[in-house]
């Protein structure tokens, strides 16, 4: 690496750039913030130095209100709703414009499948079902992360039954991160709801890998996540280590990373964004592309995977922020040979002025590498000599 060029030229001189190169992010100008306060029944307040009558406002919007309720029909999880409130006479109404079927982050507490789940994650029994997991994190606030947990199991063995017509099946989900002592940190619980219209259906679904993602909030720490699922007359028994290095938000800093098999690109209303927010789930997104973690850390060398990540730089809301740019660096655990370098790429694409968090996603070189076991190191860099490097492993077929 130059010293004198942390971030990296091509041979025209040009900043060197992530392929393939995402657009900015729509979310960057003001359309998002007032789709919010319309959304939720808010208004924006922007563009004004007049910061007390902003305050008077919003304090007698807390004492002039009317609250309407009725009982809504019977949704499957995570179905979103319109509502629309009209009133008589010409006036303006502000209110909720929809809400959605979401689940509670402990859908499980009190009831005997929380117990049975805590018993498998606790005891010495080996699970029945295969299945893998990961569990990158990223940075919300000072010494906080939120955990994106993902699992894949390859064959879940679901039971269904028919009920109604149609064949129905639930896989109960636990997860508990404990302290290096023994007592909670964190945990979450979770109740997946599966419906076909037959039999063919539902085996045919049986057949294929099944995908999970959950996520919680934890504080900077050394902990064991632990998971148990159930499955048909099986289950799932999952385990990794968690290690959240400790971030005041006052220094140059790096996420988790996440594997990840697919990515899409999306519009700037996304139109489960209602369900997301009040889920209290961050989706990992890099410019317009939303990226699903996966809980593989194995590949064929015809796959396509990528890597999502976030760089934290707090000088990025200075006057002169400095140039970011991380560096891939990829070893083979049984020689410790380095079998790819990256060089430098600058995030500059990525970069939202006065924001600190540099979300990004930078393709995984697998079809490049011969079967075996790696570590991929992605080190990010400044122009101001900061670095700082958080890796991952991976196997390829």
């Known amino acids: 690496m130059d010293p004198q060029n942390p971030l990296g030229r091509n041979i025209n001189g040009l900043p060197r750039t992530i392929v393939p190169q995402f657009p900015e992010s729509a979310s960057d100008n003001q ?18 130095n007049d910061l007390l009558g902003g305050l008077e406002k919003i304090g007698q919007e807390q004492n002039q209100y009317y609250i309407l309720g009725y009982t809504p029909p019977e949704s499957a999880e995570g179905a979103c ?28 507490s009190g009831k005997p499948a929380e117990k049975q789940l805590e018993t498998r994650v606790n005891g010495t029994a080996p699970g029945t079902v295969a299945a ?31 009920v109604k ?36 259906e539902s085996e045919h679904f049986n057949a294929k890998p099944l995908h999970y993602e959950n996520q919680f909030d934890v504080a900077a720490g050394k902990y064991t996540l632990k998971l148990a699922f159930t499955s048909g007359e099986g ?14 938000g006052k220094k140059f800093a790096i996420s988790g990373i996440a594997l990840v098999r697919e990515y899409h690109k999306i519009s700037a209303l ?14 990992l997104v890099a410019g317009l592309y939303q990226f699903t973690p996966t809980g593989a850390y194995q590949f064929k060398t015809t796959d396509t995977p990528s890597m999502y990540f976030e760089v934290y730089e707090p000088a990025m809301a200075e006057e002169k922020p400095p140039q970011v740019g991380v560096r891939m660096l990829i070893t083979d655990r049984a020689s410790g040979k380095q079998e790819a370098d990256s060089g430098v790429v600058n995030l500059q694409n990525y970069v939202k002025p006065g924001n600190p968090v540099i979300a990004a996603g930078l393709k995984l070189p697998v079809s490049t590498l011969k079967p075996g076991a790696y570590t991929v190191s992605m080190v990010a860099v400044n122009s101001t000599g900061g670095q700082v490097l958080r890796s991952a492993n991976f196997e390829v077929q």
């Open 165 to 200: 017509g149609k064949f129905h099946a639930t896989m109960d989900v636990l997860g508990i991160a404990y302290r290096p002592n023994g007592d909670i940190a964190a945990r979450f619980s979770d109740t997946v709801k599966f419906e076909f219209e037959d039999k063919k």
């Open 132 to 162: 893998s997991m990961q569990a990158p994190f990223f940075y919300t606030s000072p010494d906080i992360a939120r955990v994106a947990v993902a699992v894949e199991i390859p064959a879940p063995t679901l039971k269904f039954q028919k």
């Open 31 to 48: 359309q998002v913030l007032y789709m919010l306060a319309e959304g939720t029944g808010g208004f924006v307040i922007v563009n004004t």
């Open 270 to 283: 996304e139109s489960n964004l209602d369900s997301v927010l009040l889920e209290g789930r961050s989706p």
């Open 81 to 108: 709703h319109s509502l629309r409130v009209k009133v008589d006479h010409g006036y303006t109404v502000r209110a909720r414009t929809g809400y959605c079927n979401v689940k509670s982050p402990d859908m499980l």
């Open 235 to 248: 289950f799932g028994k999952l385990e990794v280590p968690l290690a959240i290095d400790p971030n005041d």
